[in-house]
């Protein structure tokens, strides 16, 4: 997947019918001055044996203010680790924010190409 591919379906689902999607989840909303700017979505993984951040995004001019940061502490706050991740190969600045926060390389649980697989402990 890059940036120009469409959205796969398992994504367009989670946009039609965000309910059913996000049932079970904890989302997480950031604002900035009265303004929502940024989302992190928690779960389960899919194995049941650890807490998944599922999405992490923020408003372009959110981006490099702390706000995906913040996100981020507020997600792990309370959750017992391993939490795990995944990510895009070509999201530089994202993969750069996971590992000054302390996840690493892991095992993948995701066959996908250019797909990283991170991991807290």
Not at 44 to 61: C, F, V
Not at 111 to 118: A, K, M, Q, T, V
Request: glycine share 8%.
């Amino acid at each position: 997947m890059s940036p120009a591919d469409p959205l796969p379906e398992r994504y367009r689902q989670e946009v039609a019918d965000p309910a059913t999607s996000l049932n079970g989840k904890r989302v997480i909303v950031a604002s900035v001055d009265g303004e929502d700017c940024g989302l992190v979505v928690v779960g389960t993984s899919a194995s049941g044996a650890s807490a998944e951040i599922k999405r992490l995004w923020t408003t372009p001019a959110a981006r490099g203010r702390g706000v995906g940061s913040a996100l981020i502490d507020e997600a792990l706050r309370g959750i017992d680790r391993p939490v795990r991740l995944s990510v895009w190969a070509w999201r530089e600045p994202a993969i750069q924010l996971y590992q000054k926060l302390g996840f690493v390389s892991a095992m993948p649980w995701d066959d996908r190409e250019e797909l990283l697989c991170l991991e807290l402990a």
